[in-house]
């Protein structure tokens, strides 16, 4: 009854339940909630703490910022439950649709930010890269971990400047590169072998949202992407969707670390993530974790995750009405 209480309680003020709807939506930071529902930060922070006190929310510190997630704790679930069962009234409704509207456009900001980056260091973006850890070592790591399974229909999600398209491609059966940077897809498209015909496809989009059909991938790449994400595990999803049964997604990022100078100069948005982390958003997604690898390096940690879809893909809504 306590428990029950405290929720209760915790629910039972405006703000918080806006806070409750936009972290059905995505995990967010602090400040990310505080710029939606348009309150100081120290006011956010403090419907947060009753919210965690409750066991609504968690919080996880990652350099300076605290990002929060829903609780998944079983005496949380049943009333997050009736969020699905209880149909907002006219004013609720109005309120939910500002706040989404809100948190796309501070998302799109953030977007801006790293494509503006992107479009300022493209041609130097290898060399970045190969300050962090030695590309070779991660290179040949993420090859072991494929080994000689065949690679068949490759997607590369933010494939930069095409190495990965360049390691892998000639292995495959079909190669789709995507990249929401019009400068980094200029420059993957040299790197592609002379007569690749119509095997490349090289698509300008957004990773939380693959222009590809369920289940119609065999190989999900993602190296040194997923730090930029709002949302990881919105992109897994998304690569989990996308793989056949069976199909492969592996990731390649940093481990978590406190350089913070990466959020404010590289626009890196997560300071690394955490094998727990990774697990609990690839079974979400419906993959199961089959290889986890650790490449130590001098000042950043590499991490790869090497997931397999074991169930029938998930089907986009727009999928389900259209079939």
Do not use: C
């Amino acid at each position: 009854m306590h428990a029950a209480l405290d929720i209760f309680r915790a629910l039972g003020d405006p703000t918080r339940l806006r806070i409750i709807h936009l972290l059905r939506a995505m995990e967010l930071a602090v400040g990310e909630i505080a710029q939606v529902v348009g309150q100081s930060q120290p006011r956010v922070s403090r419907h947060v703490r009753i919210l965690a006190e409750a066991g609504l929310v968690e919080r996880r510190k990652e350099g300076n910022w605290v990002f929060l997630r829903l609780g998944k704790g079983g005496d949380v679930a049943p009333f997050l439950s009736l969020f699905d069962r209880l149909a907002p009234s006219a004013s609720e409704a109005l309120w939910q649709t500002a706040d989404l509207a809100r948190l796309t456009a501070v998302r799109a900001d953030r977007g801006r930010a790293a494509e503006s980056y992107f479009a300022e260091h493209a041609e130097e973006w290898d060399a970045i890269r190969s300050l962090h850890v030695a590309e070779v070592d991660v290179e040949a790591a993420m090859t072991a971990l494929l080994g000689v399974e065949p690679i068949g229909h490759l997607l590369d999600i933010g494939t930069g400047t095409g190495r990965m398209i360049e390691l892998f491609g000639q292995g495959a059966r079909q190669v789709t590169a995507l990249d929401r940077s019009p400068d980094m897809l200029r420059l993957a498209r040299a790197k592609l072998p002379e007569g690749a015909g119509d095997k490349y496809a090289l698509l300008l989009g957004d990773f939380a949202a693959v222009p590809l059909e369920s289940g119609s991938v065999d190989t999900v790449v993602l190296h040194q992407v997923l730090h930029y994400a709002q949302a990881p595990e919105l992109v897994i999803a998304e690569a989990a969707r996308v793989a056949a049964l069976n199909g492969r997604v592996l990731i390649a990022d940093f481990a978590p670390h406190e350089r913070e100078e990466l959020r404010l100069r590289d626009q890196h948005a997560r300071l690394g993530f955490s094998n727990d982390q990774m697990e609990s958003w690839f079974a979400g997604a419906g993959l199961l974790m089959e290889r986890v690898e650790t490449l130590p390096g001098q000042e950043l940690t590499v991490q790869l995750w090497l997931g397999r879809r074991k169930q029938a893909p998930i089907l986009r809504q727009v999928e389900r009405m259209s079939a």
